[in-house]
């Protein structure tokens, strides 16, 4: 019940910069700040950004995080083959009164 | 080192009742936010709601609203997720996460910052 849209995958070859799109509407993301989560497999989701852009401690700089509107995304600049992880965007839905998270973006380090 | 230390797998049958824990150590239990996320297995992360120990305040995702109850014990540092009639579809992992809950300006900030390893739910008959 996903209200938070990603693309289902995203690829590159070490080294290349990697995007990720997050959208959602008026309620969420145009109103509210986003975070990301990356999940490692077979590991709990790690938080990589918060309020929108802001890395937390320990978190290489070749992640960055942006906000514009009702959309957001996330940036991997230098992907390194431990990248490889599923990534997720959410944010609290003013409309739900609740938080909400997205599809989900598997990357893949080729 | 801030830890939220997850209870054990768990296998039960459908109709059985069940509550698993979240022990926070390394920081000041009652005045964080506790989330509990599920993940269904080959699936993307469910918000479930959250509670704030301090005085026991909870939020439930519509989605989870009647199904689940989210609890806490500040006196142990333990917060709780517990169903009382399981079924097969409440197969899944569940993550209990630390949260910043606040607002400000006019928007919710709200992000997850340190999360337990899972608690694998198994309801099979």
């Known amino acids: 019940q996903s209200v938070l849209t990603q693309p289902p995958s995203a690829s590159g070859t070490p080294g290349q910069r990697v995007t990720i799109s997050c959208s959602g509407n008026s309620s969420n993301i145009g109103r509210n700040t986003v975070n990301w989560y990356q999940q490692l497999p077979g590991t709990a989701p790690k938080l990589l950004i918060s309020?929108?852009?802001q890395r937390p401690s320990g978190v290489p700089d070749r992640f960055s995080g942006s906000k514009s509107g009702t959309s957001a995304s996330l940036a991997i600049s230098g992907l390194q083959s431990e990248d490889e992880a599923d990534y997720y965007c959410?944010?609290?839905?003013?409309?739900?009164?609740?938080?909400?998270f997205g599809t989900g973006t598997k990357v893949t380090v080729l | 080192e801030v830890q939220l230390v997850q209870s054990g797998a768990e296998v039960n049958e459908p109709g059985e009742s069940l509550k698993i824990s979240c022990k926070g150590s390394?920081?000041?239990?009652?005045?964080?936010?506790i989330a509990w996320v599920r993940q269904m297995p080959g699936k993307g992360l469910d918000w479930m709601g959250i509670?704030?120990?301090?005085?026991?305040?909870?939020r439930y995702s519509p989605s989870f609203q009647g199904q689940v109850t989210i609890s806490a014990d500040r006196s142990i540092s333990t917060a709780y997720l517990q169903w009382s009639s399981l079924k097969a579809s409440d197969t899944a992992i569940y993550y209990c996460?630390?949260?910043?809950?606040?607002?400000?300006?006019?928007?919710?900030?709200?992000?997850?910052?340190?999360w337990g390893k899972g608690t694998t739910v198994t309801v099979s008959s």
């Open positions: 959410a944010a609290w839905d003013d409309s739900l009164n609740g938080h909400v």
């Open positions: 390394g920081y000041t239990f009652p005045t964080y936010w």
């Open positions: 509670i704030y120990p301090g005085d026991s305040s909870t």
């Open positions: 996460a630390r949260t910043y809950f606040y607002h400000n300006s006019g928007q919710f900030y709200y992000y997850m910052d340190v």
């Open positions: 309020n929108s852009n």
